[in-house]
């Protein structure tokens, strides 16, 4: 019993020291701020509680103190990160910022050492060096990693608290991490419990992870945690096309190319086999300004070029060329060659003697604006010609700018064809399309494009030219006013765009080895998104293609039976009149049957603007018709405003008849003289455009084109135009009573419907003749006919 007691009073110390051991200070309680209040809240608090206390204003002596905690608490809360952090686990970014003691915190005579807790895992109180010193948050890793990754890689490493993989990887880590930073390559490091919107955002959901960034993209490194792993992961990163392998048979080829490329060359000579990792990291932070070659001293291939420039084996050298290709402009070799002197060494040789412009990029940093009295830069352009007849003239400025170097004075040259904006305001004979060569002294103003020129001479590479332009140089140090135009320059024209294509491809290429490396090392949960758009793609494609297969093979197997009807009722069958009365379906024309169901929605409650094409026919002539009928009204199925039905003659003859007489020239549309009885009328092959909420009707009446076609022509104008020409149609056509009888021939029967295309046509442009009636008559109430 004593000695639980004991324990429980021993624990209650430790606890109670624990518990002092935090925060002395809650940022929410010095503000008087709750939780949940939003940041116009805290900042409206903030400034009223900062002009109270602060020191200048309120003389009372712990004002001073008062007004740090307030700002300490402003700076926590006003900052989302911070400020979740604090909610979280009620600390700060800073490592116990108000406590005593680094180790431990000292509270009147009781010392507790949090070493008696300490376990060697990644805390934040207690990170490793490279979790310190290259912490990345997500700010930073926008504004700052992606930018600069397209100068140099990065390696960064996903980790968290209580993760026991990272204690294993981190001497491997801290020793490539030595190695990789002395190189130029950028490091970073992610905590997931603090940052998890900077590993969502890099696809990390698993720690611990080690990635690299490259122009602005994430790849993840998927093999054992070793040095010389981690090493070919970074060399892996780089493009592989940065470096040429150069001997003695390519060596005039690769140095001669500074004309075409506008870039200064630079070949490395080492005894190693391999390109120095060294050498292309420095290849890829300088590629938009330099050429490099790599040339091993080991190979025979290369002994030429080692005596033609006389190369110590016994050290590194790099040699840069620029428009001279027979000697070096700049050297350098050295047994251990830091980043530090490369990158000084290619700082100084980036431009060529006179290069020429071919983007705005390369103007801004070649001529850059004015920006103090002492860092003025003068641009000496030549504006010329890329025919062979220049040549001299460009040769003789070259060597005029090989002669006069100076750190105020930058030449260059400009092909009048290719940049013509430009050239059409330095140049002074603007008539001409192509004037002669011409040099022009300018200093730009502005970035907006303002600058100060003035036109010096004619350039035809003469002496005389050489002089004239040495002397105005002369006057320029000694008086810059000389400079006495100015004009807005416009934008260069980018001379590479076509270029575009190929890095294209390169592009291309690199992303899809990415991808079968990412499927190679069953990374799932980045090729997540890919996989599912290839296999949605795949699966509307392979649902398309199976649908359409099917719908073929049935409209196949529909057509054979409709065959086999129409044989039937050409002969009389009595299966005919039995079939259903929903016609077969086409897969280009929808048709449906007008009953006494159908009658109200597709005519009587038919939608405004809508019409109903409906053909008349029989039993008989029902297969052969609307066959006839879809193909002539397929190309006007496109209409939303169409619908297509038919009419059962046999079944509802006396709504025809009905429909006819309420007509107002229903006399001249269906009156036969020399029959009293309308029923024996035969109107097999009639088709009606019905407008169901206007009440009107126009009327198609058969043609037989098939025989006789110059005598009945007459007859589509008479049921299209209306009552004016129905007498000379029945007067032009006496012996029409023998062809109405239901033994007309199937040829009859299917040149009924020849004109209905050009019928249909009048009907969208609106000029066939309406016949209104009162009102629709019902098909429920007529007795059918059969």
């Known amino acids: 019993m004593f000695l639980t007691l004991a324990v429980v009073v021993v624990l209650s110390v430790l606890l109670a020291g624990a518990s002092q051991a935090g925060p002395e200070m809650d940022p929410y309680k010095i503000l008087g701020a709750t939780r949940t209040a939003s940041q116009a809240e805290i900042k409206k608090v903030y400034k009223r509680l900062a002009k109270e206390w602060h020191p200048d204003k309120n003389k009372n002596p712990g004002a001073e103190d008062m007004f740090i905690k307030i700002t300490k608490s402003y700076e926590i809360l006003s900052n989302e990160e911070k400020r979740s952090n604090y909610d979280r686990y009620g600390q700060t970014d800073d490592t116990q910022p108000y406590s005593s003691s680094r180790y431990g915190h000292r509270h009147d005579s009781f010392y507790f050492d949090e070493s008696f807790f300490n376990f060697p895992f990644n805390s934040k109180n207690h990170r490793d060096f490279a979790d310190s010193r290259y912490i990345l ?3 930073q890793y926008v504004s700052d990693v992606v930018p600069d990754s397209y100068k140099r890689p ?20 801290k020793e490539v991490v030595q190695e990789m930073e002395t190189l130029g390559v950028g490091i970073g490091v992610v905590d997931v419990g603090y940052e998890r919107r900077l590993a969502n955002h890099l696809g990390a959901h698993r720690t611990p992870s080690i990635l690299g960034v490259i122009n602005g ?57 391999v390109v120095p990792l060294l050498f292309k990291l420095t290849a890829f932070a300088y590629k938009d300004y330099l050429q490099f070659g790599y040339v091993d001293q080991g190979l025979s291939e290369t002994a030429d070029l080692q005596k033609q420039f006389n190369i110590n084996t016994y050290a590194p050298t790099m040699l840069v060329f620029k428009e001279n290709t027979d000697k070096p402009a700049d050297i350098i070799q050295a047994k251990g060659m830091k980043k530090q002197i490369i990158d000084e060494f290619m700082s100084n040789n980036k431009f060529l003697l006179a290069p020429r412009l071919v983007n705005q990029k390369l103007f801004d940093e ?19 010609g890329d025919d062979e007849t220049f040549s001299f003239g460009n040769q003789a400025f070259l060597s005029f700018a090989s002669t006069n170097t100076k750190d105020v004075l930058r030449f260059a040259y400009v092909y009048q064809r290719l940049q013509q904006p430009l050239c059409d305001i330095l140049v002074q004979n603007k008539d001409s399309t192509q004037s002669h060569p011409q ?9 907006a494009g303002k600058a100060l020129f003035k036109p010096v001479t004619a350039w035809n590479g003469s002496e005389e030219d050489k002089q004239c332009l040495l002397e105005e140089l002369e006057r320029l140090q000694k008086d810059p006013s000389i400079l006495i135009h100015d004009a807005m320059l416009p934008e260069l024209n980018n001379e590479f765009a076509s ?21 190679l090392h069953n990374n799932w949960r980045e090729m997540m998104p890919l996989l599912s758009l290839i ?9 398309t293609v199976v649908i359409q297969a099917f719908s073929d093979s049935s409209d196949d197997k529909q057509t054979k039976p409709k065959a086999k009807e129409g044989t039937k009722a050409e002969n009389g069958s009595p299966g005919a009149s039995s079939t259903s009365s929903r016609p077969p379906k086409k897969n280009f024309v929808e048709v449906t049957e007008l009953t006494d169901i159908t009658y109200i929605s597709n005519l009587v409650k038919l939608r405004p603007g809508h019409m109903n094409i409906v053909l008349v026919l029989t039993d008989a002539s029902k297969n052969i018709l609307l066959s006839k009928f879809a193909k002539e009204v397929y190309s006007f199925t496109g209409s939303f405003t169409l619908h297509f039905s038919f009419l059962n003659i046999d079944k509802h003859c006396e709504w025809m008849h009905i429909l006819l007489e309420y007509a107002q020239d229903a006399t001249q549309i269906d009156a036969d003289e020399d029959d009293g009885s309308h029923h024996k009328m035969d109107f097999t092959g009639f088709v009606l455009a019905l407008n169901g909420h206007k009440k009107y009707f126009c009327l198609f009446k058969p043609v037989y084109t098939g025989e006789d076609f110059d005598n009945k022509s007459s007859e589509d104008e008479g049921g299209s135009s ?3 020409s129905r007498s000379s149609s029945r007067d032009d056509h006496p012996p029409r009573k023998s062809n109405k009888s239901r033994s007309l021939s199937t040829l009859q029967i299917h040149h009924k419907l020849d004109r209905l295309g050009l019928w249909m046509e009048r009907l969208m442009e609106g000029t066939l003749p309406r016949y209104y009636i009162p009102s629709w008559p019902g098909l429920d109430k007529i007795t059918p006919g059969k």
């Open 154 to 173: 990065y390696l960064i490493k996903i980790t968290s608290d209580w993760c026991f993989s990272c204690i294993h990887i981190e001497p491997v880590w």
């Open 499 to 519: 270029m575009f294509v190929i890095r294209w491809i390169y592009a291309s290429y690199d992303y899809l080895s990415e991808v079968i490396d990412d499927i």
């Open 535 to 543: 296999f949605s793609a795949l699966f509307i494609l392979f649902g």
């Open 217 to 273: 993209k994430v790849t993840f490194f998927h093999y054992a945690v070793a040095k010389e792993h981690l090493r070919q992961f970074v060399e892996d990163l780089l493009p592989q096309r940065l470096v040429d392998r150069v001997t003695d048979k390519n060596d005039l080829q690769f140095l001669n190319s500074w004309h075409e490329l506008n870039k200064p060359h630079v070949l490395l000579f080492d005894q190693v086999p």
């Open 137 to 139: 948050h997500f700010n």
């Open 439 to 447: 040099v022009v002294i300018l200093e730009r103003r502005s970035a």
């Open 366 to 384: 070649l001529c850059p604006v004015k920006q103090f009295h002492r860092r003025r830069k003068y641009c000496v352009l030549l504006i010329t």
């Open 722 to 724: 209306g009552g004016r």
